[in-house]
């Protein structure tokens, strides 16, 4: 099956810091899906792109789907505690495929 | 006001057990999911459901077998658990012709 792989693989940063996290997959797929998971609840979705090299933001976040079709980046500016969580990467395979990368935990230290 | 409702949230049981899992949704939508969520947090689709179309993900053992009793609800029914089916089970909803999925809180599994 699909592998998407994420990095990295956890982060530590200081609150007010900028993250950055992406995700690469063996396949192509047409639309990159960000979710974030908080501790005890289901993923949430963040961002939606569908088009190759679209650039989306939502709020302080910021992602971009790939020229390729095959990669995609998540960018998180002036990082909050409740940013705490994992972040997902899914690539959407047909109506009802939906993989998900491998996670990126991040922790915000105040 | 919930969107995706799951029941319950723990469920802890012995091996070889027969349970089941409950899902429900109040968005309207018409196809309904289920995952799992292993120990490292890794995300795997095992079921898609519409009112016309059941797919199952090759690798889901037989063991597993969604029920829909009605468009909002699709429970996941477990036979002879065993120790590996330990995990968080989420459930998701979507509307046709959008690709958002909704997901539940999840219910965390564990076979003893």
């Known amino acids: 099956g699909q592998q998407l792989n994420q990095s990295p693989q956890s982060m530590f940063i200081q609150e007010g810091e900028d993250v950055s996290m992406n995700c690469t997959s063996s396949s192509i797929f047409n639309t990159w899906l960000w979710y974030k998971q908080d501790p005890g609840e289901g993923p949430v979705l963040l961002i939606a792109?569908?088009?190759?090299?679209e650039l989306t933001s939502n709020g302080r976040l910021t992602a971009q789907f790939g020229i390729t079709r095959k990669d995609s980046f998540l960018n998180i500016s002036a990082s909050i505690p409740s940013d705490v969580g994992i972040y997902f990467c899914?690539?959407?395979?047909?109506?009802?495929?939906?993989?998900f990368g491998t996670g990126t935990r991040l922790t915000v230290i105040p | 006001d919930t969107a995706v409702s799951q029941t319950p949230k723990y469920l802890v049981t012995q091996m070889g057990n027969d349970k089941s899992i409950k899902c429900e949704q109040n968005l309207g939508h018409d196809t309904m999911y289920w995952y799992k969520q292993d120990s490292k947090k890794f995300l795997k689709i095992m079921f898609s459901?519409?009112?016309?179309?059941?797919?199952i993900n090759e690798t889901v053992p037989n063991r597993f077998s969604p029920k829909s009793p009605d468009k909002a609800h699709l429970n996941l029914h477990i036979n002879s658990l065993e120790l590996g089916d330990s995990a968080v089970y989420f459930c998701?909803?979507?509307?046709?012709?959008?690709?958002?999925?909704?997901f539940g809180p999840g219910t965390r599994l564990l076979v003893l």
């Open positions: 998701a909803s979507r509307r046709t012709n959008q690709e958002t999925q909704y």
């Open positions: 459901y519409n009112n016309k179309e059941l797919i």
């Open positions: 792109l569908y088009k190759a090299g």
């Open positions: 899914a690539g959407l395979a047909g109506a009802n495929n939906l993989f």
